[in-house]
């Protein structure tokens, strides 16, 4: 009777065991469940990685673009912001004038020159003053315009001819020799247009008085004022 009650208590407690055992292992199987369903889930719900679609909406399109084609060879070049087209060059014959001292009378004799220069009145007149304040090349003409004299700047304006003379121009010399060279400027000044006023400045001073002798000069003098001031033969 003993032994049998021992062998009753031993069988309810493995059948006790066996199903502890029982619960534990289907927890256990119930947790790995529910864990990879929990794993599945946020696989799946995970965000995928999108690229934007290339393709553009019928309201959405690209501005126009000018095609760019090489430069024709022959087509016309405008000239660069602040560049200026280059100017002509003429040739043009311009009359210098020279003193001619014939048994002691005075008088202007003219010669023409060929000058090369942009075409405008001041390159001209410009480059025929260099031409005469380098001396007569025939020996037949004299220059009373003292040795080393320069101009200093010459314009054309409407109203005349300005010319700016060195000091060089009112040295030495009497009556005669400083009528002859005011002479020789105001004609030569005065090629393009036997009209024109001309405005003589010594060293940037209006020219008043002229020589020793106080020759008054008229400002603006023309050669017809000139002729009556100072009449050559």
Do not use: H
Not at 123 to 132: G, H, K, N, P, Q
Not at 197 to 218: A, C, K, Q, R, Y
Not at 219 to 229: E, L
Request: proline residues 7%.
């Amino acid at each position: 009777m003993k032994e049998q009650n021992q062998t009753n208590k031993l069988s309810v407690g493995i059948v006790a065991s066996v199903c502890a055992l029982a619960v534990v292992v289907g927890g256990g199987i119930a947790v790995w469940t529910n864990l990879r369903s929990s794993t599945t889930n946020t696989s799946n719900n995970s965000l995928t990685p999108t690229t934007p679609s290339t393709q553009k909406s019928p309201d959405e399109t690209l501005p126009s673009l000018t095609p760019v084609t090489p430069e024709s060879p022959n087509s016309e070049k405008l000239p660069l912001p602040g560049q200026q087209e280059p100017k002509a060059v003429t040739e043009k014959t311009v009359e210098l004038y020279w003193v001619n001292d014939s048994s002691g009378e005075i008088s202007l004799v003219s010669s023409g020159v060929n000058i090369t220069a942009v075409d405008e009145p001041e390159a001209i007149l410009t480059a025929a003053f260099e031409r005469l304040l380098s001396g007569p090349e025939s020996a037949d003409f004299v220059s009373a315009i003292p040795e080393g004299t320069k101009v200093q700047a010459l314009t054309v304006e409407d109203n005349g001819v300005y010319i700016d003379l060195s000091k060089e121009f009112t040295s030495g010399g009497g009556s005669a020799s400083m009528m002859g060279r005011l002479g020789q400027i105001i004609y030569t000044a005065s090629s393009l247009d036997q009209n024109a006023n001309v405005w003589i400045f010594v060293g940037g001073t209006p020219l008043e008085i002229l020589g020793g002798d106080g020759l008054e000069v008229s400002q603006p003098i023309t050669r017809q004022i000139f002729q009556q001031d100072f009449p050559l033969n």
